[in-house]
Structure formats: structure tokens, C-alpha cells
């Protein structure tokens, strides 16, 4: 072998370190992007079920304010109708003593 095919041989023994080289490298990228790929989907959907437990607790909250807040109107309205009828039936009875006294007289 002359010094030009040894130079040769060396020059392609570099290339082909240097493309199995290039080409781990890539492999590598991939796998890490795949792998940050995965992760990033995992974090999105913990986000995500987060989110929705999250969502789910203030419609029970919100839920059971108004539920609070029909209660508290239902009462109200009892009070308010209870007091209307004390007040029909005392305007009732002036009322009656009132046309009782006029038909008596």
C-alpha cells in the first residue's frame, strides 16, 4: 500500500467515524425530543385533569351557593307571604267591623 491509499484509507476511516458520529447524534436528538415529547404531554394532561377537578369544584361550590341562596329567598318569601297575611287579616277585620257598622246603622 502506498502512502496515497494509506492517506486514502485513513481519509475514509474519518469519514465514516465522523457520519456514525453525526448519526448517534441524531439518533440522540430524536430520542430526547421523543422523550421531551412524552413528558410534555404528560405534564399537559395532569394539567389538564387539573384543570377539570378544579372546574368540577367550583360548579359544586357555585352550586351549592344557589342552593344557599334559594333557601335563603324561600324563607324570605315565607316571612314576606306570612306577613302580608297578618296584615290581609287585620285590614280584613277593620274592614268587616267597618261595613258592620254601616249596615247596623
Sequence with gaps: MTGRETQIQKNQ???EKAVNAYEQGINEIEENLKAAKALSDKIR???EKEALQEKKRLL???NAECARQV???KKQLKEKIKSSKRELESETEVLAEKIEKRLLH
Excluded: F, P, Y
Design 60 to 62: 359544586e361550590e357555585i
Design 13 to 15: 476511516e474519518s469519514r
Design 45 to 47: 394532561e395532569e394539567l
Design 71 to 73: 333557601e335563603k329567598a
